[in-house]
């Protein structure tokens, strides 16, 4: 069963940036289309696209219309990571974020707290 681990989040103050990492031991990530999904505090996690989305190859990432130009999905085949690079972050981008499959979810990992508050 693929496990997934999500870190990189914490505290920033609005107009700040963070890095967050998913990873996946044992499992090819570069395989499958990866997808950020989102849940602010007293909130559904966000949609079934997530934020954010990179494919294997060929089609274009998808990026939430309230992230795009801010946020920016990348994999790293070598280090079989996914990362979503945050910047001008904003006060609703509050939220735990986690990664998953968006063709087909597995369990979800623990996610990782990013606040942003002034």
């Known amino acids: 069963q693929v496990h997934l681990v999500e870190s990189g989040g914490g505290l920033v103050q609005p107009g700040g940036s963070l890095r967050l990492s998913c990873e996946a031991s044992?499992?090819?990530?570069?395989?499958?289309?990866i997808a950020w999904f989102r849940q602010a505090p007293g909130q559904g996690r966000e949609g079934r696209e997530g934020?954010?989305?990179?494919?294997?190859?060929?089609?274009?990432?998808y990026y939430k219309d309230s992230v795009k130009g801010r946020f920016t999905i990348s994999r790293d085949g070598i280090k079989n990571t996914v990362y979503l690079q945050m910047n001008s972050l904003k006060s609703e981008d509050t939220a735990v974020y986690y990664c998953?499959?968006?063709?087909?979810?597995?369990?979800w990992g623990q996610g990782t707290q990013v606040t942003v508050s002034s």
């Open positions: 998953n499959f968006p063709a087909k979810l597995v369990p």
């Open positions: 044992d499992f090819n990530l570069e395989a499958y289309a």
């Open positions: 934020v954010s989305c990179i494919p294997t190859k060929g089609d274009s990432t």
